[in-house]
């Protein structure tokens, strides 16, 4: 994460998150702390990037999720230059597929 944004208030946040058990306990915490636009525009950027590791096109992307081509360059750069987060949870997710 970029260190000028991460502080103490960022870590707590973080800490937080971690100490969810399930998908229900997700879903109550982040409806509390999000708005539903804000919980939509980070679902949509995962679809996203999940679309773009399956080389779908900015064009099938955008029609299917309704994502603009900025949200979706926006994504695609944070999968190519970015912390790779996207990349740890979607080899994750695969690894839970197999198991």
Not at 12 to 19: E, G, P, Q, S
Not at 91 to 98: A, D, F, H, L, P
């Amino acid at each position: 994460m970029n260190n000028k944004i991460r502080n103490e208030e960022m870590n707590h946040l973080f800490d937080a998150i971690l100490l969810l058990q399930n998908e229900d306990e997700c879903n109550d915490f982040f409806m509390d702390l999000c708005t539903v636009n804000e919980l939509q525009a980070m679902a949509q950027r995962f679809e996203v990037a999940r679309m773009l590791k399956q080389k779908k096109t900015y064009q099938e992307i955008a029609k299917e999720t309704g994502a603009s081509t900025a949200t979706i360059s926006r994504v695609n750069r944070s999968l190519i230059y970015g912390n790779d987060g996207y990349e740890l949870v979607m080899s994750r997710e695969k690894k839970n597929e197999s198991d």
